[in-house]
Every structure is written in C-alpha cells, then in structure tokens.
C-alpha cells in the first residue's frame, strides 16, 4: 500500500477534543463528524485540508478520550493516514480496529514541514518527503496489527474467528 | 509477576504473562454510553451474532448527554434503549436510575476486586481502585467483545507508585494523582500499568483510591491499580453481585519504574489549562477569577466529593459572579445527599444541585462555558474546549478547593474561607 498527500502538521498532545470536539457527539455519522475534524486544533482545518492528505504531529497524538468518533472523523474527512512520534494507546486501537492507517516515527515528524509532498510505503514501513528527498523510517507494525489491517478491520477479524470456532 | 500480570493471566487461562505478549482474554464485563455504544450497536450488528456473549455482563448508560440534552442525543440514547429491550440486556439503566457509569458500577456491586473490565470511555480505569484491571478501549473493541466475551490485549509494563507520609489538611486523592501527573507527564505512563501504593495509599478511603485510578488515563496510563485489602474489602462486602478475588505483587515483580512521593510535602493541587500535567499549587493562583464551579463527574462525584464541598460552603454564598453547579454521580449519592442535608446546604448557598450526569465535564450539556470564560472543576480533563467555547478555560482541582473558590469567586484554599 502506498499513500501519498500533502502534509499538515500539529504538535504534541493533539488530543480527542481537539480532533472531535465533544459538541459534536450526539451524532456517529462519519460525514457530519468529518465537518469538524481537528476543529479546536486549528479553526480553519476543516475548510483548508482535502481528501488524500495526511497529518504529521508529534508526540501522544489523541489523548484523552476512547472516543472512536476521533479516528473515524479523520478518516472519513479523506485524510489518508496520521504519522507521529507516538500514539495514545486507545486511539492507536481504535485507528486499526476501523483501518486508520498510522505510522510511529520519531524522525519525520521533525523534517516534514507543512505542505510537504509525502509518500508513505505502508509495506516497507518506509516515509519518503518528496519536497526534500529525504527518507525515514517508520516504526513496523506489529504482526497482530498486520493481521487486522488484512482481515479489513476487528469486526471482519472477529467475524472470522467466530466462524472457525 | 505484577497484580495487572496476574489478573490478565487469569483470564487466558495462562499460568504467567509478561510485558510485551499479546493476549486474548475473557471479560467480566462490558460497558458503553450514550455517546460510544451506538457505534458498537451498528459494528455489533455487522458481526451478524444472535446475542450478546452474556446479557448480565454487558451494560449500557446514558450519562454523557443524559437527561437528552437534544434531539440527536435522544436518538442516541434510544438505540441503547431498543438494543437493550431487543437483547434482554440485564445491565440497562433508564434514566433516572442511572448515574455516571464509574461511579454507578462500583457502587451496584457490578465490577469487583479481580475483574477484567473494558468499557467504551477512557475513564474505565476507575475501577483499578478495587483491585480490578480495566481499561478504556474503543466502541469496535466493545462491539466485537460483546459478540465473543474476549478482548485482545498487550501485556503493559507496570510503574511502581509508592506514597508515604500525612496528607496535609484538605489534601486527598485528586491532589495525590494530578500531582503524579504533573510530575510524569501526560504520556508518562503511556501504555503502561499505573501500581499506587505505600502506607498512604494503605489508609487511603475507596473514593480517593477510585478517584486516582480514574485519572490513570490521563498520564496516558492502560490502567491504574491499587492492591485490594481491608478497605477494599469493607467496601464490596455485601455489595458484590459476582464472586470476587484479591490479587497482588510478588515481591519479585518486575517494574520498569519506580517513584516515590512524600506526601507531606503535596499541596493542594490545581491543573491549569489546558493540560492536565500543568499543575500548580493552588494557593499560587488566588489571581484567577472564575465564572463557574463544578462539583462532579466520575473523578469527584462522590458523596465523600460532596460532603467536602457542602463542608466548606456551610452557612456562605456563593460569589455573586460564579455559578456552582453541583451533580451527584449516582441516584443513590442524590438521595444521600438529601438526607444528610448537602443538598439543602448547596441550594441555600446559591448552587445548582442537578441530577446525575457526565454533562459540562465534556461540554455536553448542564454547565458550557462562553468565550472567555474560566471555570474550577472536580473534572478530569482541562484540553481546549473542554467544557464549552475553544477559548474557554478549565482549571482542575479537588472539591474542597472548588467550593472554597466558589466562596471567594477565584481560585482559593479551604483556609481562606472556613
């Protein structure tokens, strides 16, 4: 798999009532949550980004809430993936349980600038900054992550595990 | 191995876990909100299941935006009412006898000491406070839980937390866990297992151990833990609907951290905006002047919470410029409070004493915050928009220190007001 888009980039600590502010939670339907990703990080988010970019940030990206209305808001306004330094670990959940892609790095988030041309080798775990020619890696992903990103997500995972028992 | 390794190993049937592994183990229970289970209830439904794994281990609460705060939100807490009636769930609670979940659960009875819990809402940690390992995860983790009685996990490293010495006056379990926060970080413990313990831990009351469990999470930690004992045990004696089991530590267990704290020296504890590791002492911020209190939430919601806030506020009025909003977490809390006379102490003061509800503590409902605007909250988190506008700001703090700043109309130390 190969993504490719433009760069945003946040800092660190982007949290899930920044990605998805809680006003908008009384509804868990993808478009109308996508209206409003990352609003209370940057106002202008929504009506600035297009479908195929992606956001590079630092580090604990989406604490805070198990909200999967944060991941589900991000993927469904057409950004592609997320790379940060590091996860809070019920969003990193949450973004392959619904196929999120997000990469660990702790080198591209401090090369990418915003508006770079990014393509991510989600196979060879590799980040490629097509502005600068430069290369980083990413960290692999688990081999029980590469398992849900196959089967489609838990839901298809869990379906199969029914089915064989 | 730790009591987080012990609990996971009991329930996959394993004799010893470690760090690292990744393992499929059975829940005790499950839960969700109005705001996470309508999304496991369509990805439920996806799986194509003819019921729920156990329909007495699967709880469904409208908290967050309960009493409906609008129509959506109605809609919303509906699903939950037609999948509980379609499914026969024994675990619905109807507003009215709901509460907020964290603070409802423990008290039913419904999770104990050695469970494995997960529910759809960051603060499940909560119940680590009894002795159990539960953690937040996501609405799809729920969904597929429900379906199977089991959820993936890795094994967390475990951080050792060890708290000796008095707590100073007014000092208790929210100053201890925003302290530790502010001292690690809030990705200090990310995807770790957060261990209190010491002899303060040791003589600590249940509502302070559930109230520094709760907050696990916001130093990024996969659950908070304390080793159950005799206050444990005075606490779910008799409110236990399930057996229970006590675990803890080997003596040997493995921490990849350890940190100790001298309680003595911990002083009253404020998180300033907008991240809850931002701490200050309170004392240091009688400059900020608030428009509103909240007494509340799964943190602070408790009729301990309460008692201490209605303590301070006794026979005073609340600041003409600060309105205090006061929510028992539970049904239960809000007839305790009326019988024990909080809730006429709060009323006569000038406060607002609401029915059970997560409401202004994410900006839901019953309590949101103009442009501009400060409040001090027993809540759990202080990030951009928290509680209302993106300009607004929440300070956190322990509910004597909330109800003394109500008094004075800033941030103030009990001292200042009784």
Known sequence: MILKGNAWKFGDNIDTDAIIPARYLNTSDPQELAKHVMEDADRDFPSKMKAGDLIVAEANFGCGSSREHAPIAIKASGLQAVVAKSFARIFYRNAFNIGLPIFESEEAPDKISEGDVI???????????????????????????QELISAGGLIEWTKRRLKAS | ???????????????????????????????????TAPIAITEFKKIGAKNVFDKDRVAFIPDHFAPQKDIKAAEQCKMLRDFSKDYDLGLYFEVGRMGVEHALLPEQGLVGPGDLVIGADSHTCTYGGLGAFATGVGSTDVASAMATGECWFKVPESMKFIYFGKLKKWVGGKDLILHTIGDIGVD??????????????????????????????????KNGIITPDSITEQYVKGRAKRGYTFYSSDKDAKYVEVREYDCSKIP????????????????????????????????????????????IIKGKKVHPDVRMIVIPATQQIYLDAMKEGLAEIFVTAGAVFSTPTCGPCLGGHMGILAKGEKAIATTNRNFVGRM?????????????????????GKIATPDEVV
């Open chain 2, 268 to 311: 009253l504890t404020v998180s300033c905006p907008h991240l809850p590791s931002n701490t200050k002492p309170a004392a240091e911020l009688s400059h900020v002047t608030i428009d509103q209190v909240v007494v509340g939430s799964c943190t602070n919601g408790r009729i301990e919470d309460l008692r201490e806030a209605a303590e």
């Open chain 2, 1 to 35: 191995m730790t009591i987080t390794e012990k609990i996971l190993a009991a329930h996959c049937g394993k004799k010893k876990v470690s760090p690292g592994e990744l393992i499929n183990a059975k829940v005790d229970l499950i839960l969700a909100n109005d705001i």
């Open chain 1, 119 to 145: 393509e991510i080798d989600a196979d060879k775990g590799v980040i490629r900054n097509i502005t600068k020619g430069e290369e980083y890696a990413a960290k692999p992903i688990p081999p029980f992550m």
């Open chain 2, 388 to 408: 209302g506008h993106p300009e607004s700001e929440v300070y956190l703090s322990n509910p004597a220190v909330a109800a003394a700043s109500a008094v004075k």
């Open chain 2, 188 to 221: 200090g413990a990310l995807y770790r297992a957060m261990e209190f313990m010491g002899e303060t831990i040791s003589s600590l009351p249940m509502y302070a151990r559930l109230t520094m469990c709760n907050m696990a999470i916001e130093a990024g930690g």
